[in-house]
């Protein structure tokens, strides 16, 4: 560059956001490395993974904090991340070193009590990747790496001390549509993922890494491809037939199983499609060591509404008939709550009811849990259907937890919204939506005098009767749900930009603080030198803003659409704690 004025030339130094690679290494605390029976069985003061323990409670046994004290609870370190979007990943501990996620797949490493940044790491992403869902949800630990997948389907590991890249894996080409957005599941050596791009007709797929050389031991589309159990169930369209997987999955060791939701089907018009489409919209268990398919269930065939099962269901224990069942629990996109029942290779219907004003199913077979279908409510090409709930259903992605002490489940769920689809034939091009319908086909209403949106649920699976609920009359409820052995849920997911806590057994609020922004990171919670914590990230994005802005357009008085956008995580503790 020209110097000016007989200057010195001055390199021009990168802004913060521009800069890529790990940073700032600081030495860190002693490092635990992260093994599979540490994973199996977290220490109580950690969380581990993304719902801190395999069968995806969301459940953290710590009970310093309680609803006794928790109107003491204070901020005791915040950190910004520089990032705008949607900011999903939780604040995952091992013995006193935080890890976070931001959109734009930047990892950071963090002091946990004192909040000073250990490493940075920054992905540079190329240039011409346009993201529809511009967000991460966080990292996987094992041995001393830190394992992240991008939003332009790469695997990264990185050196937990230091943030140095040991490698990068392309997973797919994000050039075809397909981008990562999920956690990684970490089991005896194999790290999981999926890949997200159901919106743009991609196929997809769990694959597995080895955690030592990143080389890839196997991947499983969850479309069956020909001479595969169930594409008998697709008449065409299974290449591009959808079914992606962007939520972690979760894990029972005993069976030696994972879980994985899978999306929608794609395009999203259903009879362009003919057949039940196999695996979309449905959970699959498949084996860690060769990922083959042990068992399945198909919560709605042949999905017409956008609505994808990619939450993994909970593993508990549910009392049905005097008798106690392994259960897989999933309060679903498409309104209803379904206990099923997991075996060495079969997965058993136990029930479904719905948990949101639902219109599209006549009724479930009492045997399978299939679902009959209102076909008026069942969107189709060249004709404006409409149905409930929205095409965000009954409940998105945040996660809904489950506490072994009030068992109770805990559903962040949106109600009395109801979407319209009209669908058209279009030609698939890879690299571009294929939705099979017009950004201006997708409508959003509210039911008629809906006194609210957004409600916390809290449910008892034995006898499938909603026990409390809190509703929120002015905003959605894009929360992820956090429970404790202190008697408290957490969780933010509103357009005030609240944080809150109910008391998990009766549903009274208890204690809020209005952050920087809306919260839709997974909070979680954990304990360094004696004293817990709870810890959340707050940045608005991605869909919960998008449902914000459809909002706005049906009623702007009462739906406020200011909602700021730049990332924070928060870390709270007690007062008298706090002070120390
Ligand atoms: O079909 C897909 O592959 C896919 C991926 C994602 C994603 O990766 O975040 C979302 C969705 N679908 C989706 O339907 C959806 O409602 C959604 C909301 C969000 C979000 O971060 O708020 N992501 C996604
Ligand atoms: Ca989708």
């Known amino acids: 560059q020209q110097s000016q004025g007989g200057a010195t030339p001055v390199t021009p130094v990168p802004a913060p956001s521009e800069r890529v690679g790990a940073q700032q290494a600081r030495p860190a605390r002693q490092y635990t ?25 969301g459940f953290s046994p710590l009970d310093q904090i309680n609803a006794g004290n928790v109107q003491d609870l204070v901020p005791v370190w915040t950190y910004s991340t520089g990032v705008l979007e949607g900011h999903q990943s939780p604040p995952i501990v091992n013995d006193g070193i935080m890890f976070i996620t931001t959109p734009q ?44 997948a991008t939003v332009d389907a790469y695997l990264v590991a990185l050196d937990a001390k230091t ?50 050389s990143g080389e890839e031991a196997w991947r499983t589309y969850t ?34 199983l994972a879980y994985w939701g899978t999306g929608n089907a794609a395009p999203w018009m259903g009879d362009a499609r003919p ?82 004003q639902q219109d599209v199913f006549a009724g479930l077979d009492p045997q399978t849990g299939r679902p009959v279908y209102n076909q008026a409510r069942k969107p189709r090409l060249e004709q404006r259907v409409e149905f409930c709930p929205s095409l965000w259903g009954g409940k998105d992605w945040p996660p809904a937890a489950y506490s072994p002490q009030t068992r109770l489940v805990y559903i962040p769920a949106n109600e009395n919204l109801c979407g319209s689809l009209s669908g058209h034939r279009m030609d698939y091009v890879p690299g ?48 992820p749900v956090l429970a404790t052995g202190g008697g408290l849920v957490f969780t933010g997911g509103t357009n005030d930009r609240m944080f809150r806590a109910f008391d998990a057994k009766t549903g009274q609020q208890l204690w809020q603080i209005r952050t920087n922004s809306g919260v839709t990171g997974v909070p979680t919670s954990f304990e360094v030198d004696g004293t817990q914590y709870i810890a959340v ?22 739906f406020r659409r200011d909602v700021p956008q730049g990332g924070v995580v928060w870390v709270f503790a007690l007062k008298q704690r706090a002070q120390q």
């Open 275 to 356: 057949g039940d489409n196999l695996h979309t919209s449905s959970v699959v268990a498949l084996n860690p060591d060769d990922g083959k398919i042990r068992a399945h269930h198909q919560y709605h065939w042949n999905d017409s509404w956008d609505w994808d099962e990619v939450s993994a269901p909970i593993l508990m224990d549910v009392e049905r008939g005097g008798r106690t069942v392994p259960a897989l629990v999933h309060p679903a996109r498409n309104g209803y709550l379904w206990t099923l029942e997991r075996g060495a290779d079969r997965i058993g219907f136990l029930s479904g009811v719905p948990f949101v």
């Open 537 to 558: 990230q707050s940045g608005w994005g991605v869909d919960a803003q998008r449902m914000q802005e459809k909002l706005f357009e049906i009623d702007p008085v009462r």
């Open 33 to 57: 490395s992260v093994t599979d029976q540490r994973l199996q069985s977290p220490e109580p003061r950690n969380w581990l993974m993304y719902r801190r323990t395999y069968d995806g409670q």
């Open 163 to 212: 943030g140095t890249e040991i490698w990068a894996k392309k997973v797919e080409d994000y050039q075809k549509g397909h981008y990562m957005t999920l956690a990684p599941l970490v089991a005896r050596g194999k790290i999981m993922v999926g890949g997200s791009g159901g919106e743009f007709g991609v196929r997809g797929f769990i694959a597995a890494y080895d955690a030592g």
């Open 223 to 256: 479309v069956p491809g020909p001479g595969e159990a169930g594409h008998d169930t697709w008449q065409s369209g299974w290449e591009t037939g959808g079914a992606s997987v962007w939520l972690t999955g979760h894990y029972d060791p005993q069976l030696n």
């Open 105 to 148: 797949a930047q990892v950071v490493a963090l002091d946990a009590k004192t909040g000073d940044q250990i490493w940075n790491y920054k992905r540079q992403l190329p240039e011409d990747l346009t993201q529809l869902h511009p967000t991460n949800r966080g990292v996987a630990l094992y041995g001393d790496r830190v394992y992240v």
């Open 432 to 479: 571009q939506l294929f939705l099979g319908a017009g950004i201006e086909d997708i409508g959003m209403s509210l039911r008629p005098n809906a006194p609210h949106i957004g409600e916390l649920q809290a449910w008892d699976l034995s006898t499938n009767r909603k026990v409390w609920s809190h509703p929120f009359p002015d905003s959605q409820l894009w929360g």
